[in-house]
């Protein structure tokens, strides 16, 4: 606790020191909350007597100040050819990284604000025998930084410009011999600042591999090379040797007509119906009949 004491025997007096008590809190970031205050006054009478004033309680609040932040933003997905992985591609080409007026403000007087770490983690990690994660090391031993390169990713450290780490960022390599292996690879990174006080969003890139396209009769062994290729090729052949010679043997060799193209099934020839009696009951076979009986 800490305690002022004033002492005088004019009121006025008393009154404009007590307005001139200030309360200072001299951290960068002071923590959020109220600071009680309380003020104990003592008169003193000229016939000695002493008389107590009752406390006066207050407090001083500290308001929750503007978070400094940091952003990291780029193209979050693109995609490469073998070719690229095989011979080495950036990771964060487009990288940007944006500081608040708050966050500058902290790390004043440092222009356009300062970065204390950035990490880069890879999951699952690295396999060394066809993969590798290359920094620049000649730009970070110039600007005093330090740098480590494990299974698990990166880590460069040291206090310096945002501008200066984002080049760092921008010129990190991936390299990878067996790019088949892989659909895509996630590489995630986040930046702090003031001894990891703040910290970044964690920024997420995906290198997505291109794999060549097979062709399904390539893939079936059906090429125009194989054998039924040359099967199609060669009844193509017949097919239009057979075209040519139509015009020139079509008046000899009329093309063959189906039967039932000539009649329609609405006109079908009906024949009348016979009965019994129609042919055995007809007059000349009943007058045969009485003679037989006679």
């Known amino acids: 606790m800490t305690q002022i004491t004033i002492e005088g025997n004019n009121v006025t007096n008393l009154e404009t020191l007590i307005r001139r008590v200030a309360y200072v809190n001299g951290r960068d970031f002071p923590t959020p909350g109220r600071r009680p205050v309380s003020v104990t006054t003592n008169i003193l009478c000229d016939s000695g007597k002493a008389l107590k004033v009752t406390t006066a309680e207050s407090f001083v609040v500290v308001m929750q100040p503007h978070q400094p932040s940091i952003e990291l933003n780029g193209t979050t997905n693109f995609a490469e050819e ?7 591609l950036r990771v964060f080409p487009d990288i940007g990284v944006y500081l608040s007026a708050a966050a500058e403000e902290a790390t004043a007087p440092t222009p356009g604000g300062q970065l204390d770490e950035c990490v880069v983690s890879v999951y699952p990690p690295l396999n060394p025998d ?13 600007l005093g930084l330090a740098a480590s390169v494990t299974r698990q990713g990166a880590t ?10 984002q080049s760092i960022l921008r010129q990190i390599h991936y390299a990878n011999r067996k790019p088949a292996y892989y659909l895509n690879r996630a590489f995630k990174l986040s930046c702090s600042e003031l001894g990891g006080r703040f910290t970044s969003n964690e920024y997420v890139q995906t290198v997505t591999v291109i794999h060549p396209q097979v062709s399904l009769d390539k893939g079936m062994g059906l ?9 199609a090729m060669q009844n193509d052949d017949h097919e239009s040797q057979a075209t040519q010679l139509e015009p020139h043997t079509s008046h000899e060799i009329p093309p063959p007509i189906p039967a ?12 009348p119906v016979h009965s019994v009696s129609d042919v055995y009951y007809n007059s000349d076979v009943m007058e045969r009949a009485t003679v037989n009986t006679a």
């Open 223 to 231: 090429g125009v090379g194989g054998p039924l290729g040359a099967g």
């Open 130 to 142: 066809h993969e590798t994660l290359v920094l620049p090391d000649n730009l970070i031993a110039e």
């Open 260 to 271: 039932h193209i000539k009649h329609s099934p609405h006109h079908v020839e009906l024949k």
């Open 82 to 88: 073998y070719e690229s992985f095989r011979q080495g």
């Open 156 to 165: 460069i450290s040291g206090a310096h410009t945002t501008h200066h780490y």
